[in-house]
């Protein structure tokens, strides 16, 4: 079964700093990888996902992040935080295409001081 | 387009009665799922609709939950007799083909509270 591993239910940086979210998969087959971002009383916005094509992939609001197949992981960085930017973090799994059931991580919640 | 809208946004209900939540997703979306956010358990997938047939509703928790679309505007989530362990946020989402070729765009849920 595919299931995700969120390292870190807190991550605190200040504004300006690197953002570093972990995440780490379980899957017998190549996955379908997501992050997503929920502000405070909002539902989930899709930030970026990976679908086996390139690795690195490229989302909304400068994030970005790499699939690693040698290290299970999916890990979720922007260069520069913005106060804006605080909120909880998503990573979830599918197994392959055309399957509809996402599986989440328990979340991070970034906060982000001046 | 005003997005997937959820109604209503917030319900407090004792436990025993009957709670219908209602969603209405964005037009043209041939996929409509229901979600639910609770502490404890977090984000699960309760039950999703391709073109208005469920497909899969393994995640529903007992058979006090039963959820329909009866047209492709327009889907409910019913909760009877409701809990307190009810108590979560509930979220419907669409996408146009499905989350692994296409977007998954989220309501903005509706708070449920059971006495």
């Known amino acids: 079964a595919q299931s995700v591993t969120q390292l870190g239910s807190h991550v605190s940086v200040s504004e300006g700093a690197l953002v570093l979210l972990r995440c780490n998969y379980s899957?017998?087959?190549?996955?379908?990888l997501f992050w997503y971002v929920q502000y405070p009383n909002q539902g989930l916005q899709l930030l970026l996902k990976?679908?086996?094509?390139?690795?690195l992939v490229k989302g909304i609001n400068g994030f970005e992040a790499e699939f690693k197949k040698s290290e299970t992981s999916f890990h979720l960085t922007k260069p520069s935080a913005h106060m804006s930017d605080a909120a909880e973090y998503f990573c979830?799994?599918?197994?392959?295409?055309?399957?509809?059931?996402?599986?989440f991580g328990t979340g991070t919640r970034l906060l982000v001081s001046p | 387009d005003a997005g997937v809208i959820q109604s209503p946004r917030h319900e407090v209900t004792e436990m025993g009665q009957e709670v219908t939540l209602r969603c209405k997703p964005i037009?043209?979306?041939?996929?409509l799922f229901w979600y639910r956010q609770t502490m404890m358990r977090g984000l699960e997938l309760l039950i999703y609709?391709?073109?208005?047939?469920?497909?899969?509703d393994s995640g529903m928790p007992e058979d006090r939950f039963s959820a329909k679309m009866p047209n492709a505007s327009f889907s409910t989530l019913k909760i009877q007799p409701s809990e307190p362990r009810d108590s979560a946020v509930y979220f419907c989402?669409?996408?146009?083909?499905?989350?692994?070729?296409?977007?998954?765009?989220f309501g903005p849920g509706t708070r449920l509270t059971v006495l």
């Open positions: 989402a669409s996408s146009p083909t499905g989350i692994s070729t296409d977007t998954q765009y």
């Open positions: 899957s017998s087959v190549p996955p379908y």
């Open positions: 990976y679908t086996s094509a390139a690795t």
């Open positions: 979830a799994v599918i197994k392959n295409t055309g399957f509809q059931k996402l599986v």
């Open positions: 037009s043209g979306h041939d996929y």
């Open positions: 609709f391709n073109n208005n047939v469920p497909i899969d």
